[in-house]
């Protein structure tokens, strides 16, 4: 008696669940909502959201980074849209704000930040302005300025503050040695040979071996370079 009563409340309830999918769907059919015409960013200002959030500002954050994922997502698929990508920079800003340590943030923000378009906003000057906020609540984490290195290495084409990005990176701590070999190259790529001559000069001497053979073969690279230069003014 006791099973058929139990049987008979969750056909009921099935029965129940399925009324509803049924009506819900009529109702999405006949009455669809309209779609959204525009996207609000219900909070632009980081200190309104720091009083708003209380003292979920680590979870916040982890909203508003999923947030800026979407909505770069989304505007990367949508073409068609005037306002491509305008709402990644306050998105990221308020992350970043709500969690000055969230260096994941900051690091994939800036290359969101910095694509050209159609596949971003083109906007290397906020991404490194980004990863200046991370360094300043992250003061001795290399990978910033290594990647605001990157930033201007790939796409603002300035090689010089690239390499001098590399070699603020390689004086902090836990920084890896190759980044001397890459500030040392970008600096000849800017045309600046002498000085990473001097950057080479100082890996030569290095203990590790693997080292002073990219240090030598830059070094060669680099004399090579200025032998062309050479044999190119005596053609001309």
């Known amino acids: 008696m006791r099973g058929a009563r139990l049987f008979l409340a969750v056909v009921a309830a099935l029965a129940g669940i399925g009324a509803a999918a ?41 909203v508003y980074w999923i947030r800026s994922i979407q909505n770069y997502g989304r505007d990367l698929n949508d073409r068609a849209r005037p306002d491509r990508f305008a709402l990644v920079e306050p998105l990221l800003n308020l992350t970043t704000s709500l969690d000055p340590y969230f260096l994941i943030a900051y690091r994939f923000g800036s290359v969101f930040l910095a694509m050209e378009p159609p596949h971003g906003p083109g906007r290397p000057d906020l991404a490194i302005k980004l990863l200046e906020k991370g360094m ?26 690239a390499a001098k990005s590399f070699e603020r990176a390689l004086a902090m701590p836990g920084a890896p040695s190759w980044l001397r070999n890459m ?8 045309g600046n040979r002498q000085e990473a001559r001097r950057m080479l000069a100082e890996m030569v001497e290095s ?18 370079l200025d032998a062309i230069d050479q044999l190119t003014g005596l053609v001309e």
Not at 207 to 224: C, K, N, S, V, Y
């Open 22 to 62: 049924a009506v819900l769907h009529a109702r999405e059919t006949r009455y669809p909502l309209p779609a959204a015409t525009e996207r609000l960013l219900y909070l632009r200002s980081p200190k309104a959201a720091d009083r708003v959030m209380l003292d979920f500002d680590a979870l916040a954050s982890d």
């Open 136 to 161: 300043a609540a992250n003061p001795t984490t290399w990978q910033l300025p290594y990647d605001i290195g990157f930033v201007h290495y790939f796409h603002t084409g300035d090689f010089a503050a």
């Open 183 to 190: 500030a040392a190259t970008t600096e000849a790529r800017g």
């Open 207 to 224: 203990p590790e071996e693997w080292m002073r053979r990219a240090a030598q073969r830059t070094l060669e690279q680099l004399d090579a």
